[in-house]
């Protein structure tokens, strides 16, 4: 079936590095996303992979696939408060001559001092 | 280019009541979902209208309903609210069904059943 499977919370030290693990059940999904939602706010896309691509790095965000594991995992370098969101993964997957997307239940980032 | 827009803000209602929720996506884009987000869990997929269609519906209630317009704007409704429907409703907003097509969310409309 669909289903797209995170661990619920992460707590890391300031200035430390951040990995958010994912995995995906639809060996066919083409692109995959990370979204962060802040307190109070709405999902913010913060970056995409394509499925051809094994990493993808922007700034301090480094996103890893591996395919034949089905894993995804954002890597959030230099970790700041202003990181401290949830985190959800999504894959696209293939859904009656369109495509539909495919939510994790998120990831809680807490930063310590 | 202004994002998905969604009223009101906060909604406050009482049991047996019932609420309406506005969505407007980005100008362009066709799809629209929405997804309920009780607090502290993740998203629960509710609806998808594309083109003016129902294309998909979560595991909830009849009394969860929507529609979408010629504009692609969208309302949900929710009949004879319960204390459970308390949530976070979150509209999101595709150009279209594509694969390379992500979702943009809104803000949301936080409901409050008293």
């Known amino acids: 079936g669909e289903d797209v499977e995170q661990s619920l919370f992460l707590s890391v030290r300031e200035g430390d590095s951040s990995v958010i693990n994912c995995t995906y059940t639809?060996?066919?999904?083409?692109?995959l996303y990370w979204y962060k939602q802040e307190p109070g706010a709405g999902l913010q896309l913060l970056t995409y992979?394509?499925?051809?691509?094994d990493m993808k790095q922007d700034q301090r965000l480094t996103v890893l696939l591996n395919k034949k594991d089905k894993h995804l995992s954002l890597r959030i370098a230099d970790t700041q408060t202003g990181d401290s969101a949830i985190y959800f993964c999504?894959?696209?997957?293939?859904?009656?001559?369109?495509?539909?997307?495919?939510f994790g239940s998120g990831t809680r980032l807490s930063i310590r001092p | 280019e202004a994002g998905v827009t969604q009223s009101p803000t906060h909604l406050i209602k009482t049991r047996g009541q019932q609420a309406t929720l506005r969505c407007s996506p980005i100008s362009g884009h066709t799809s629209v979902y929405w997804y309920q987000q009780a607090l502290g869990l993740g998203l629960q997929f509710l609806l998808w209208y594309d083109e003016g269609e129902e294309r998909n519906r979560g595991n909830f209630p009849p009394r969860f309903s929507g529609r979408q317009f010629p504009n692609y704007s969208s309302e949900l409704n929710v009949n004879a609210l319960e204390l459970e429907d308390s949530a976070l409703y979150l509209c999101?907003?595709?150009?279209?069904?594509?694969?390379?097509?992500?979702?943009?969310f809104g803000d949301g409309t936080r409901l409050s059943i008293l």
């Open positions: 999504a894959e696209t997957v293939a859904y009656s001559s369109a495509s539909k997307i495919i």
């Open positions: 999101a907003s595709r150009p279209g069904t594509g694969e390379n097509q992500p979702q943009h």
């Open positions: 992979i394509f499925s051809n691509m």
């Open positions: 639809d060996s066919s999904s083409t692109y």
